[in-house]
């Protein structure tokens, strides 16, 4: 039980709970999950500025592009939050984030290449929610654009 799961369960979407064993790397999870490696999203937690986060949906096959996510954003500078910047802001540790109970609520960028199925991270290691790409892009009202490259 995680804020994220309470979260999903009282938003209306249909979705799956999937709980498994602790894993190394995104093509461990796919597997866990029982999903292609492109149907896993990482919650990526940015910073535009000084105090100024937002979330990035990134597929599991996929890495941000830097200079797209910027053009989007329309800044010249941007990184990754610190562990310590995204636990204080969402409540999760890295490798559990997720847009679904986090503490605070930061704009979303879906990545465009988003579609059917998503497994989003739910709240905590061993724990994934299955949940239309579409639906899950709606209910957290994510701005889809293209912001990332195949690795």
Known sequence: DTPAVRAVMESGLVFELVEYGRVASVEEAAAARGVPVD????????RRGEGDLLMVLVPGDR????AKLRHVCGVSRMSLASAEEA??????EPGTITPFGSITVL???ADASM?????????A???AINVDAEE???FLGARVEDVTRVI
């Open 115 to 123: 579609n059917g199925l998503a497994s989003i991270g739910g709240g």
């Open 87 to 92: 636990l204080v802001a969402t409540g999760y």
């Open 107 to 109: 704009p979303v960028i």
């Open 125 to 127: 290691h061993g724990v």
């Open 63 to 66: 890495v941000i592009d830097w």
């Open 136 to 138: 899950l892009i709606g």
């Open 39 to 46: 149907r896993v999203i990482k919650t990526i937690v940015v």
